[in-house]
């Protein structure tokens, strides 16, 4: 771990990259992260309601990130939303149409999974959004001359921010299994369970990754395209 962090930080460094020690600190408060939730979860895993506190901790930590990733708390609500709304509709399906039983182990596993990604597909989205609108202000403005309103002036760089929102993840899902096994996969079969069974585990967690996703990132673009004003690109 220590020659892979040094790695990172000395290539990020060489290339005179933005915040080069970025990454080396978010691998170290992983690595603290884990141990701590890998103590707590030993002891509540089998509790639907200690499992329940723990999705809650995890969704406001992933809205909290995703949040200040697109500016401050003034989008607070908007993120918090289209998260919920993703995540939710995706957990519902999942359970409801017993693709998955719902158990406190299931619960837990596939819920951070949906959450942790619904925040990097709300953190793309949003900031490809805010993006494309401060690149293409100009052609913004010549809509709004001819009477267009905001919602209707920014059709075509919202539909471009979704894209891009679930290009990660759209890429992950074509190449499952060709180019990469999936971290729900290969835990499943390390527990023992048959290959057959992690795969069906896994074709559930992907689906419901995309169909978070598809909610997240439309919901949220659809709440930031009321743009009036030239917005600053996040940080």
């Keep these: 771990m220590v020659v892979l962090v040094g790695v990172t930080f000395g290539v990020l ?3 005179r990259a933005r915040h080069p020690w970025s990454p080396v600190l978010a691998i170290l408060r992983g690595l603290v992260q884990l141990a701590a939730i890998s103590v707590i979860l030993a002891g509540v895993i089998t509790s639907p309601y200690w499992v329940g506190l723990a999705l809650l901790v995890m969704f406001c930590v992933a809205v909290g990130v995703a949040t200040r990733r697109l500016g401050g708390r003034g989008r607070l609500r908007m993120v918090a939303t289209a998260m919920a709304a993703g995540a939710g509709v ?15 182990r299931y619960a837990l596993a596939i819920g951070g999974i949906v959450i942790g990604n619904t925040m990097s597909i709300a953190t793309i989205g949003g900031r490809r959004l805010l993006e494309l609108a401060d690149d293409r202000w100009d052609e913004l403005e010549g809509w709004f001359a001819l009477g267009a309103t905001p919602w209707q002036a920014t059709r075509w760089i919202a539909r471009d921010a979704v894209y891009a929102a679930l290009i990660p993840t759209t890429d992950q899902t074509k190449t499952t299994g060709l180019v990469t096994l999936p971290g729900a996969f290969v835990g499943a079969i390390f527990g023992g369970v048959s290959p057959v ?5 896994q074709i559930v967690v992907l689906a419901a990754i995309m169909c978070a996703g598809a909610i997240t990132a439309s919901t949220l673009v659809a709440f930031l395209r009321p743009i009036r004003v030239r917005p600053q690109r996040p940080a």
């Design 13 to 15: 460094a060489a290339t």
């Design 90 to 104: 995706a957990l519902v399906v999942v359970f409801a149409s017993g693709a998955l039983e719902l158990t406190a």
């Design 197 to 201: 069974e992690a795969g069906r585990f």
